[in-house]
């Protein structure tokens, strides 16, 4: 199904949670994979005008102390490669992304803390910004986004239950085109879940308006959605009033989900301009299951 993934490395232990993960989809699928690092400089090992040759022996100690360090986990893959740059981490991944034409990108969190930490020159402007590494990628990626933040074992990588959260825009809509091709492909259940953002309305909502705007979105689901679902054989659908973060998670964690996937913008905002650190940015954050984040239309590989 997977031809081709990078996977997005850096120095913090929560990015092994994705490392594992993977590397087991890889191996599942018999895919690529393309383990990408970037680093910028720090004070303490670069001056402002480094050398070239400085730069390729940094570059070159890192691959190999990445080689070492997964070469055992990797030595049962069709094809494994390792890309090692310097420069913004967001701009590299996409770019690699897009030079090998991978059909998915798996990361950890990436958290900001970390970045502006990790980060220190002007000229790198990723923490600078109030957007980490990983709202960019999912922001612009030319193929899907799983973030995956805590440790999954090998038999969740082949998604029974998938969860699919919609707010019936049409970004949305890919997201539940994408989830409904992987449901099919793993034979899995899949839940769609739409949650009324109290937390956004002018004025608190009553009781009653609640409960009628709660069946609306149930009709909706059936009549619009329910439909384009056929060649699905497990569906079922909730809706619930909260704020969408917490009431995904809540989900993910009741019917222990092995996979959450979602549009990464709302249908209020343009894709060239969304901010991914809302709902999507917390979900990926706490998910205890990878969650995908969708920002087009995309076709699972045949």
């Known amino acids: 199904?997977?031809?081709?993934?990078?996977?997005?490395?850096?120095?913090?232990?929560?990015?092994?949670?994705?490392?594992?993960?993977?590397?087991?989809?890889?191996?599942?699928h018999n895919a690529g994979l393309v383990i990408t690092y970037v680093y910028?400089?720090?004070?303490?090992?670069?001056?402002?005008k480094e050398r070239s040759e400085s730069i390729l022996k940094k570059t070159g100690r890192i691959k190999e102390d990445l080689q070492r360090r997964y070469a055992r986990k990797t030595n049962d893959l069709s094809q494994c490669s390792y890309f090692v740059v310097q420069g913004d981490p967001a701009?590299?991944?996409?770019?690699?992304?897009r030079m090998?034409?991978?059909?998915?990108?798996?990361?950890?969190?990436h958290p900001l803390k970390y970045e502006k930490k990790r980060t220190r020159l002007k000229k790198f402007k990723a923490a600078e910004k109030k957007v980490s590494t990983m709202e960019r990628v999912s922001q612009l990626a030319k193929c899907p986004v799983m973030v995956v933040s805590h440790?999954?074992?090998?038999?969740q990588l082949d998604y029974g239950h998938i969860i699919?959260?919609?707010?019936?825009?049409?970004?949305?809509?890919?997201a539940l085109n994408y989830g409904a091709h992987l449901a099919g492909r793993y034979k899995?259940?899949?839940?769609?879940?739409?949650?009324?953002?109290?937390?956004?309305?002018?004025?608190?909502?009553?009781?009653?308006?609640?409960?009628?705007?709660?069946?609306?979105?149930?009709?909706?689901?059936?009549?619009?959605?329910?439909p384009q679902l056929k060649d699905v054989k497990k569906v079922s659908y909730?809706?619930?009033?909260?704020?969408?973060?917490?009431?995904?998670?809540?989900?993910?964690?009741?019917?222990?989900?092995?996979?959450?996937?979602?549009?990464?913008?709302?249908?209020?905002?343009?894709?060239?301009?969304?901010?991914?650190?809302?709902?999507?940015?917390?979900?990926?954050?706490?998910?205890?299951?990878?969650?995908?984040?969708?920002?087009?239309?995309?076709?699972?590989?045949?």
Do not use: W
């Not at 199904?1 to 599942?28: H, N």
């Not at 440790?151 to 038999?155: L, R, T, V």
């Open 238 to 302: 909730e809706c619930r009033p909260g704020r969408p973060f917490e009431e995904i998670l809540k989900l993910a964690g009741e019917c222990r989900a092995d996979l959450v996937v979602m549009a990464h913008h709302s249908r209020e905002q343009d894709p060239e301009s969304a901010v991914l650190g809302s709902t999507v940015a917390k979900v990926a954050l706490d998910n205890k299951c990878p969650t995908i984040s969708i920002n087009k239309d995309f076709d699972l590989p045949g």
């Open 91 to 97: 701009t590299e991944i996409l770019r690699i992304s």
């Open 188 to 226: 899995a259940k899949l839940l769609l879940l739409n949650v009324l953002d109290t937390d956004s309305q002018e004025q608190a909502l009553s009781g009653a308006e609640i409960r009628k705007r709660i069946k609306l979105a149930e009709e909706k689901i059936e009549q619009e959605l329910l």
């Open 40 to 48: 910028s400089p720090l004070f303490s090992e670069f001056h402002f």
């Open 1 to 28: 199904m997977f031809k081709e993934i990078v996977l997005a490395v850096t120095p913090s232990k929560r990015s092994e949670a994705a490392v594992e993960a993977a590397i087991g989809l890889a191996r599942k």
């Open 151 to 155: 440790k999954i074992s090998e038999d």
């Open 100 to 109: 090998v034409r991978s059909d998915l990108i798996v990361m950890g969190p």
């Open 164 to 174: 699919v959260a919609t707010d019936f825009s049409q970004y949305a809509e890919h």
